[in-house]
Structures are given as C-alpha cells and as structure tokens.
C-alpha cells in the first residue's frame, strides 16, 4: 500500500469523527443565556411588575429599564445583585416568586435605601406587629460618572415641599426635594423623563414624581435614615 493511499484512508476514517458533537455537562443548561420567546419575557416582565418590582413597559423586551427589575429581584431574594442577564434558572425562580419571597438584607436600614448597582430605592419599613418589609421599590437615577453619589449611612436632614432651583445648578429644578448630605437629595426632576436608567444625576438622586408624593404621602421626614451602596458597572 502506497503512503498516498494510507494517507486518504486514515483522512476518511477520521473524517465522520469530526461530526460528533462535543458532550455538554448536564447542569451547563441552568448556568446558560438561552434565547427567551416573546412570551416568556412578556411573562417575566409581568409578573416583576406585579411583585411592585420597576421593569420600564411591560412589552416583553428586555431593556435597561427591565434589568433594574432583575437586579432588585435578585436583591431581595438572597442572590447577589446584578443587572446581568436572566438564565433559564432565574426565570423559573422569577415566576415562582411571591410578594413574601422579597425582604430587606441585613444590610438595609429601615428607612430609605439607594442601590446604585440596581438604580433603585428600596424602602423598608418596620411595622410594629411583624418584621420589617419592603414598602416599596421605585427607579432612580444617581450621580454620573464624576458626579457619583457619594455612599455612606445619613439621613434627611430637610425637606422643601413644591419646586425648587437648585443652588449649585442655575436652571436645575428640583421637585419636593428631601436633603441627606449637603446640597444633594432626592428629589423629582423637571421631567420624569430624566429618571434615566443609569446614573444621570449631577450628584442627586432623581425619582419619578408619583414616587417622591408617596414618601411625602407616608411622612417619611427630616430623621429618616437614608443608605447609599453599591457601584454602576453598565
């Protein structure tokens, strides 16, 4: 047999080998983005909202809007806060998930707390006959880069009902702000179209209007604690 020959027929005998496809460990699946219908995202999308959870239109796509959701979902359900994209698994644990399943850490003080990971408040409140739990989750938008909000336990220290200029920027108007560190609150902005979904901010932390009547609302005033943590990674 002539080398030429051997040569072909090893090439031919390996040749199908090629078409086998690799093995995949049985629990890659569960670890793996996999492509979401439309429907499903619809059904993520609906049920984060209904849990009180910010997720933008509930249209079943998933936007920056919509990894705020994820983000306070995986906060408030013991995993590590992220606005990374679901798994398979995280979408099954999404939808078995009640308004119970969702409580402060330990690392939330009662009061008002601001995750710039997630761009959300989460307010917790310590109701007199039961443990602490989650009164609400609204979107915010911090300080941009070289602006960022500075992290750290405060508290309101003053309040201004109705519309006000800011000192620091001529023209910024600021509604109903609530002060925790110097110059720099919470506050609505002129347009609730400024609640972007990264941090935005010169330094404040911008809420949607409705958001800041409610704290207003519930007399959430100069003494509550205020907590700022986390860090924006896009």
């Known amino acids: 047999m002539t080398t030429r020959l051997l040569t072909r027929l090893i090439i031919l005998a390996a040749g199908p080998l090629l078409l086998v496809p690799m093995a995949v460990p049985a629990n890659a699946a569960s670890h793996t983005m996999l492509p979401a219908n439309k429907q499903e995202r619809l059904s993520v999308e609906k049920h984060l909202n209904s849990l009180g959870l910010p997720v933008g239109k509930v249209n079943g796509t998933y936007d920056a809007e919509s990894r705020k959701g994820f983000c306070a979902w995986r906060e408030l359900t013991g995993r590590h806060a992220s606005t990374k994209p679901l798994t398979s698994k995280d979408v099954t644990a999404i939808l078995a998930t009640t308004k119970t399943d969702m409580v402060p850490t330990d690392n939330h003080v009662t009061g008002l707390n ?121």
Request: hydrophobic share 35%.
């Open 114 to 234: 601001v995750n710039k990971t997630c761009q959300v408040l989460v307010w917790v409140t310590d109701p007199k006959d039961g443990p602490r739990k989650v009164k609400g989750v609204f979107k915010v938008s911090s300080g941009m880069s070289g602006h960022t909000t500075p992290s750290g336990n405060f508290h309101i220290t003053r309040q201004l009902s109705g519309w006000h200029e800011s000192t620091k920027y001529a023209g910024a108007m600021m509604y109903r702000p609530k002060y925790f560190l110097g110059g720099i609150a919470l506050h609505g902005s002129y347009t609730d179209s400024l609640v972007l979904p990264y941090p935005a901010s010169h330094g404040c932390v911008r809420m949607l209007h409705r958001d800041v009547d409610k704290l207003w609302a519930a007399h959430v005033n100069p003494g509550t604690p205020v907590r700022v943590y986390g860090t924006w990674r896009g």
